[in-house]
Nanobody, 118 residues
Framework: QVQLVESGGGLVQPGGSLRLSCAAS???????MAWYRQAPGRQRELVAE???????????RYVYSVKGRFTISRDNAKNTVYLQMDSLKPEDTAVYYC?????????WGQGTQVTVSS
C-alpha cells in the first residue's frame, strides 16, 4: 500500500507563491493523482488532478477557482506529485492533501497547512 507525505506549506502574503510536494512510498506511474484542500468549516474539495492517459502522457485539470494560478505536475522517478501555487489569495488558505483520484480512504496523509495572509 502506497503512503503519501505532503510538505511545502507555510505562511505567505497575498500574491505570493508556494510549491507543495507529495512524496509517495511506491510507484504512482499509472495512478491518477490529485491535490485536495480543506478550509476551516468547509468540506474537503478537489483542487487539481493529474490523470494518466497512456505511456508518459498525463492530463492536468483544475477547479475553476485556481485555474491559471496553480500547476500540478509529477516526477515519476521520485514518486512525487507537485502543486505550484502562484498569485495566492486569502481564500486559498486551507490544509492541502494529495491522494489518488478518486480519493482512497487509506491514502490520506497528514496534509500541509497553507496560510495566505498579510
Amino acid at each position: 500500500q502506497v503512503q503519501l507525505v505532503e510538505s511545502g506549506g507555510g505562511l505567505v502574503q497575498p500574491g505570493g507563491s508556494l510549491r507543495l510536494s507529495c512524496a509517495a512510498s511506491g510507484s504512482i506511474f499509472r495512478y491518477d493523482m490529485a491535490w485536495y484542500r480543506q478550509a476551516p468549516g468547509r468540506q474537503r474539495e478537489l483542487v487539481a488532478e493529474h490523470n494518466y492517459l497512456a505511456s508518459i502522457i498525463y492530463e492536468a485539470r483544475y477547479v475553476y477557482s485556481v485555474k491559471g494560478r496553480f500547476t500540478i505536475s509529477r516526477d515519476n522517478a521520485k514518486n512525487t506529485v507537485y502543486l505550484q501555487m502562484d498569485s495566492l489569495k486569502p481564500e486559498d488558505t486551507a490544509v492541502y492533501y494529495c491522494n489518488r483520484q478518486p480519493p482512497q480512504s487509506d491514502f490520506w496523509g497528514q496534509g500541509t497547512q497553507v496560510t495566505v495572509s498579510s
